[in-house]
């Protein structure tokens, strides 16, 4: 069995079994880029290994000494030579990129004799000395888990009592005393000497990067990333090359395009007369690459072809690590580089334009995901590097806002009309607070996860939003934020930012999302390879028309409900539930249609042809209903009634579990007249747009229902009443009526309802928490247990569950497509923007999905990608 390649023996696609650094340093090797010899131990041994007591096995041993020999060889060097010793580096290197995750160990081979070997070879003693004690830190702490700090100390000791301050300063023999002192240190440590031999030192380091695989870091990275745990990691052992080794040579990393905008120009940084780690670690400030081109021309020159070859050949924006000795320029490492998703999208369109890609492989360069950056403001990196935050919540809505303190949502109403920019920050947010979520620039709770109230709405909004914070205590009452040991105020400016979760004192730089350009270039691809639509969810005239600029196709969900909570209207929509008889309740209800049909025809208008579903009136009453005493009996005067009457309305309307309560088309069973009036409502908005000749198809859709006879009694009487405003205004329009499926047994008895319905719409938020018996608004108190534990891999109400979920919206759309072939499909649930959910559903056979507005660009994506 073969568990050893040389890297003239692989190639790039070899990543799983030669980890990402080996396969590409194979890759280099072929197409005759100067990179020092070496080979690579393949992941099958690290998998073996771990089987194996964590033991390297003889043949294995064998095996390497064989390639040892080789290295010899081609070198003309040999391990422990006083003349020309060879000297090595053992490096990790997973299939997936993990950087600085796991062990490095540089220089490996010194011994008292090499060392020797190294001085005469290099003419600079004190270059082979500082080398040997380096390494013998490494191994030490790398190999052999003892702490660098001891050997730090004698460093540090040494220094004082030459009384220089700089390493640098030390002098050849210093450094050879201080070899003595690290032996010691070694010994007294490690209970036995430091190993001269430079195969068993090999040994011991290829054990330590196997080891290195399953340290605390890397387990935490794999978990944060999504990274395989039994992949394992390959072992590279490559000939040293010395960047210290006076002032014609150096070190350096560098990007083929800038990382973060995507321009096409080396970006990067070097060090003259310094080793790999320098830079990275700080030890001096790095000089900009474009220097070289005058430090050293020639080198310049070679690397910047070289990056160009890469590019070239990898077709992909390239992450470089290089290292010149005395002159010459070797190449330590490449891969694709890591981007923001700005430059994502120009190094995409770039290369398209560069004839590099064709524009199915840009779409499929860029993370669906990641998009989310571009589209909102955000802070700029500059903000995020200057400031420490003071608390930290979930990552509810993207983007960043700046703001004072705002307590209610009426205060947040009232200082945004002045001008004022306010973060509404509450404990959690109720359907009341809609006006003052609105005025805010961004909202902040205490409670409530990733799907509550807050979380939901602003993302639908397009508004940046951190939730569930639990290190912040909102004192509402005392008009008080308490964190961080500290009582913030309405006179507090604080800054929050929706993408990590972070949550700022004072006010941070932010900048704006440009949609044109290179993005709006790419999203005309992404349009040209798709082929499921993409509506967004709007409930305004406002959502709609943000929506039609990230390009929505329609609008997939347009929740009335929303419409009812405005200040002029909340009042007559309380009449209207409080009524106790039918004429006060048509009276209010005559009073909100025209309302309702204003909104409907100003959304249609803008929408022109586009298709609109409009949901019926779907939350619990209670929801709507006054808590002040001063509303209350103003009400009560309004309708005639005791104020004790209108007390012990409210009551009977309290529910112990409302979500599995009165709402929904349940609603429309109770009250008729309610769907009535919104039917009539959309109608004739619709019949208004026709006069205007855009030719509106109303999609009216019925919530919540669980059996086919109860939905069609709702939608008997919508139809009726439909009826008669074609009689009154004597002109029939096309409409369809259509159910959301959102209750399990819809979805079980799909093919009766299906053959009363014109389209379903999956209601995937209450169908997660229906199927799973998770309540959404509390469960984000222990889901996080779940995930941590690993009993979910994913939040349930992020990403679709397409086992248990995705069964039952598969049975639905098998059984509901049985009995009526035109059955339109759509989601208009929050996973709808969800790109692994998106690809899961085109799969599905899905038409459209619906998402928030700011999710329309990911959504699309996501369903090109699939398409592609
Ligand atoms: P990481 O994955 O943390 O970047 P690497 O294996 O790439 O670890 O190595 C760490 C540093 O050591 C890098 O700067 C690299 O360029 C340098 N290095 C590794 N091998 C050699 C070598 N054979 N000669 C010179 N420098 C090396
Ligand atoms: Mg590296
Ligand atoms: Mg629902």
């Known amino acids: 069995e073969k ?38 131990v393949s992941t099958e041994a690290c998998a073996r290994f771990y089987k194996e007591d964590k033991k390297i096995w003889d043949s294995l041993k064998d095996e390497i000494t064989r390639h040892i020999k080789d290295l010899e060889e081609h070198n003309k060097k040999t391990f422990g030579s006083t003349e020309d010793p060879l000297l090595v580096s053992v490096r990790s290197g997973a299939p997936v990129s993990m950087p600085g995750m796991m062990d490095t160990i540089l220089n490996l081979g010194l011994n008292d004799d090499a060392v020797i070997g190294l001085s005469k070879k290099t003419n600079n003693e004190r270059f082979a000395y500082d080398s040997y004690r380096r390494f013998i830190q490494m191994f030490a702490d790398v190999a052999m888990g003892i702490d660098k700090n001891n050997f730090e100390k004698v460093l540090t000791a040494k220094k004082r009592a030459n009384g220089v301050k700089e390493d640098t300063d030390l002098t050849a023999e210093d450094l050879k005393e201080v070899v003595e002192e690290y032996k010691l240190v070694y010994k007294t440590l490690k209970g036995e000497d430091f190993p001269q031999d ?59 395009r800038n990382p973060a905008t995507g321009e096409n120009k080396l970006f990067g940084e070097y060090l003259i007369n310094a080793q790999g780690e320098d830079v990275v670690a700080g030890v001096r400030t ?76 840009a779409i499929l360069r860029v993370n669906p995901k990641d998009l989310d950056g571009i589209l909102h403001p955000t802070l700029s990196q500059k903000a995020i590097d200057e400031n420490t935050p003071i608390a930290k919540g979930l990552a509810a809505s993207p983007g960043a806002a700046v703001g004072y303190i705002a307590f209610t949502a009426k205060e947040a109403k009232e200082r945004a009309a002045k001008g004022v920019d306010v973060i509404l920050v509450r404990e959690e947010t109720s359907p009341e607070d809609l006006e003052g979520m609105v005025s805010a620039t961004g909202i902040l709770t205490a409670r409530g996860g990733m799907t509550s109230h807050a979380a939901v709405v602003a993302r639908g909004m397009g508004k940046c939003c951190v939730s569930g914070a639990h290190d912040i205590e909102v004192i509402e009452d005392e008009r008080v934020v308490l964190v961080d040991g500290k009582e913030l105020t309405d006179e507090n400016i604080i800054s929050i930012d929706g993408s990590t979760g972070n949550i700022y004192l004072g006010e941070l730089e932010t900048q704006n999302p440009k949609l044109e350009g290179d993005f709006g270039e790419f999203m005309g691809w992404v349009d ?165 000749g855009i030719k509106v198809i109303p999609e009216i859709m019925i919530p919540l229902s669980s059996d086919a006879k109860e939905l069609s009694y709702v939608k008997e009487e919508v139809k009726d009443e439909i009826e008669k405003v074609f009689e009154e205004k004597g002109k029939k329009i096309d409409y369809l009526l259509g159910t959301m499926i959102e ?56 990403v679709l569950d397409q086992k248990g979920v995705g069964f039952l919206v598969e049975t639905a759309v098998e059984k509901g497509k049985k009995a009526n072939p035109n059955l339109h499909l759509g989601i208009c649930g929050e996973h709808g923007g969800e790109p692994t959910t998106v690809k899961y559903l085109y799969g599905v056979g899905l038409d459209y999905v619906s998402c928030s507005p700011f999710r329309v660009p990911i959504a699309k994506l996501a369903a090109a990608q699939a398409a592609i």
Request: aromatic residues 8%.
């Open 3 to 40: 568990y050893v390649y040389n890297f003239n023996e692989g190639d790039k696609s070899m990543r799983s079994l030669l980890g990402g650094k080996g396969a590409n340093l194979a890759e280099m090797t072929n197409m005759g880029i100067n990179v020092p010899y070496g080979f690579t």
């Open 198 to 256: 430079p195969r068993e030192q090999l040994d011991a380091s290829i054990t330590a990067v196997f080891a290195s695989w399953n340290n605390e870091r890397a387990i935490l990275y794999r978990k944060l990333n999504d990274i395989d745990d039994s992949m394992g990691t390959a072992v590279n052992v490559q000939s040293m090359v010395f960047g210290n080794m006076g002032d014609n040579s150096g070190t350096g990393v560098a990007f083929s």
């Open 286 to 361: 790095p000089k900009e690459i474009a220097t070289l081109k005058e430090a050293m021309p020639d080198v310049y020159q070679e690397f910047y072809d070289t990056s160009e070859k890469l590019e070239q050949h990898y077709k992909d924006m390239q992450d470089m690590e290089f290292t010149i000795q005395d002159g010459k320029l070797y190449l330590l490492q490449t891969r694709n580089g890591k981007r923001t998703a700005q430059a994502a999208v120009k190094v995409a369109v770039d290369m398209v334009h560069e004839g590099l890609l064709d524009e199915k492989e």
């Open 528 to 692: 040209k390879y798709r082929d499921m639509k993409v509506r967004t969810n709007a409930d305004t005239p406002n959502d709609a028309k943000q929506a039609l600029e990230f390009g929505a196709e329609g609008i997939g969900l347009c929740r009335t409900e929303h419409m009812f909570f405005k200040a002029d209207r909340i009042f007559q929509v309380r009449k209207m539930i409080l009524a106790h008889n039918k004429e006060t309740r048509k009276e209010a209800l005559d009073k909100i249609l025209p309302m309702q049909e204003d909104d409907f025809y100003k959304i249609y208008s803008l929408m022109g042809e586009r298709p609109v579903t409009v949901r019926l009136l779907d939350p619990p009453l209670h929801e709507f209903l006054p808590r002040g005493q001063e509303e209350i009996r103003t009400l009560a005067e309004d309708l005639n009634m005791e104020i004790a009457q209108v007390k012990k309305r409210i009551l009977d309307l309290e529910e112990v579990n409302p979500m599995l309560g009165f709402r929904g088309l349940r609603l429309g069973v109770r009250y008729p007249e309610i769907s009535r009036m919104q039917a009539r409502a959309i109608i004739q908005a619709a019949l208004h747009c026709h006069e205007d």
């Open 743 to 798: 209750i399990p047994r819809a979805a079980i008895t799909a093919d009766e309802i299906g053959e009363i319905t014109d389209f379903f719409s999956f209601g995937t938020n209450d169908l997660t928490q229906m199927t799973f018996g998770l309540s959404r608004d509390d469960a984000g108190k222990f889901l996080d247990l779940y995930l941590d534990k690993d009993i979910f891999a994913k939040d349930p109400f992020q």
